[in-house]
């Protein structure tokens, strides 16, 4: 059977949990979670319905960041709630504390950090961040870091992946998982 491709339409009605939930129920139950290997999501430039498709960045279209947020929540909480999984998020997922509950639930945390300057070569050139659209980009990436830096050290594991190999950063995380599953279970 060949792969089938199916797109949900995230509108104005994700802005309201109700919605969202929804839309990550219909993921679960049409595409199941088992299978699901990655969501993209884009903000919109037209209202719902005028039949007009114009992907825009998140947080400034009709949707929002507020709405995007909402989506992001829900997705942790459906994907959380399951074991085996490699999660990988955005810097600004874990600054819900739902979220982190969410995701901490049946896994271990892992954040990965690195200096302002090593973030600015890696995205050099990536023109499809809006939270990095400042006329200052080194500004804004240390403005960033300053807010969510208490969060990220709150977390079970921080790495600082500056200067390091994508290999070595991989041993550090995989050393963490390894001690993490040998504490003893603190769960009644």
């Keep these: 059977m060949a792969a089938k491709e199916l797109m949900f339409n995230t509108d104005a009605r994700s802005k309201l949990k109700k919605g969202v939930d929804a839309l990550a129920k219909e993921i679960g139950s049409t595409v199941g979670l088992d299978r699901l290997r990655g969501i993209h999501l884009n903000d919109c430039l037209?209202?719902?319905?005028?039949?007009?498709?114009?992907?825009?960045?998140?947080?400034?279209?009709?949707?929002?960041?507020?709405?995007?947020?909402?989506?992001?929540?829900?997705?942790?909480?459906?994907?959380?709630?399951?074991?085996?999984?490699?999660?990988?998020?955005?810097?600004?997922?874990?600054?819900?504390?739902?979220?982190?509950v969410a995701l901490g639930e049946n896994g271990l945390i892992v954040c990965l950090t690195c200096a302002a300057?090593?973030?600015?070569?890696?995205?050099?050139?990536?023109?499809?961040?809006?939270?990095?659209?400042?006329?200052?980009?080194?500004?804004?990436?240390?403005?960033?870091?300053?807010?969510?830096?208490?969060?990220?050290?709150?977390?079970?594991?921080?790495?600082?992946?500056?200067?390091?190999?994508?290999?070595?950063?991989?041993?550090?995380v995989m050393t963490a998982y390894r001690n993490a599953q040998c504490k003893p279970s603190t769960s009644t």
């Design 46 to 100: 037209k209202d719902f319905g005028s039949r007009v498709d114009r992907h825009w960045h998140i947080g400034e279209g009709k949707i929002g960041e507020d709405g995007f947020r909402a989506a992001e929540s829900a997705l942790a909480r459906e994907l959380g709630a399951r074991e085996g999984l490699v999660i990988a998020t955005g810097g600004g997922t874990m600054m819900r504390p739902e979220n982190r």
């Design 117 to 172: 300057e090593e973030i600015l070569r890696r995205l050099d050139g990536d023109t499809t961040r809006p939270m990095l659209a400042a006329p200052d980009k080194m500004e804004r990436v240390k403005e960033l870091l300053d807010i969510r830096m208490p969060v990220y050290v709150s977390l079970p594991v921080v790495v600082d992946t500056t200067g390091r190999s994508v290999a070595e950063v991989a041993e550090v």
